[in-house]
């Protein structure tokens, strides 16, 4: 069974930062393409990264470019979220999704941006 | 790039057939088939339901249907029950080699 779980959201300051983790198990990480999905309260998805395999190739959403950094650990089954220069507009809830087709997510964690 | 346009909302009868509209551009539904759906309940994460426009998974009822015309691509959801009851979701590649998400359409059971 694939599970996917998310930890590390926080409430933060604006311009402050927080490292989300995905804790992937069930299915081989190594060769699957991940991504980062968000949904601020009461709003819709926004995609917002994601890294493939092999070259470990990223893309960005223009919303966090520059502002955020996607990356893996095979060894450790992991995916992460580096999010530098919080503003409040990146309070939402955070998902890990598996592959192209988004075909399994985690549970989500919560980061909160306010002063 | 803007989100893909679908309606706020769409409501049916139990038993009725409803269809959900996603509208993009030719750089995204226009141009490839890869437009996905997602089911979401309150409080709980997205559940995909349809991939490459008209595949349904492995444990996906198959009262629910996708299809796609020029850069309109459709889901439908046949024999309405309550459980259908939702936010639904559509994806699609882009030309910028990065997916985007519609607005979310959310779907009342009458």
């Known amino acids: 069974e694939v599970q996917l779980v998310e930890s590390g959201g926080d409430l933060e300051q604006p311009g402050g930062s927080l490292r989300l983790s995905c804790a992937a198990s069930?299915?081989?990480?190594?060769?699957?393409?991940m991504n980062w999905v968000r949904q601020a309260p009461g709003k819709g998805l926004e995609w917002i990264s994601y890294i493939k395999t092999g070259d470990g190739t990223t893309h960005y959403a223009d919303s966090v470019k520059g502002r955020f950094t996607i990356s893996r650990d095979n060894a450790k089954n992991s995916l992460y979220l580096q999010m530098n220069s919080l503003r409040a507009e990146d309070t939402a809830v955070y998902y890990c999704?598996?592959?192209?087709?988004?075909?399994?997510w985690g549970q989500g964690t919560l980061v909160t941006v306010s002063s | 790039q803007s989100a893909l346009t679908q309606p706020a909302s769409v409501s049916g009868s139990p038993g009725q057939s409803i269809t959900i509209s996603c509208t993009g551009t030719?750089?995204?539904?226009?141009?490839?088939?890869?437009v996905s759906w997602y089911q979401q309940h309150p409080g709980k994460a997205p559940k995909l339901m349809i991939c490459?426009?008209?595949n349904r998974p492995s444990g996906v009822s198959n009262r629910f249907s996708g299809s796609k015309s020029g850069n309109t691509a459709s889901l439908t959801i046949s024999g309405l029950r309550t459980e259908d009851e939702a936010d639904y979701y559509c994806s699609s590649y882009t030309i910028s080699n990065t997916p985007i998400f519609g607005g979310g359409t959310k779907v009342t059971v009458l």
């Open positions: 490459d426009v008209t």
């Open positions: 030719s750089s995204d539904v226009g141009r490839y088939n890869y």
């Open positions: 069930g299915f081989t990480f190594s060769s699957s393409e």
């Open positions: 999704a598996r592959g192209g087709w988004f075909a399994d």
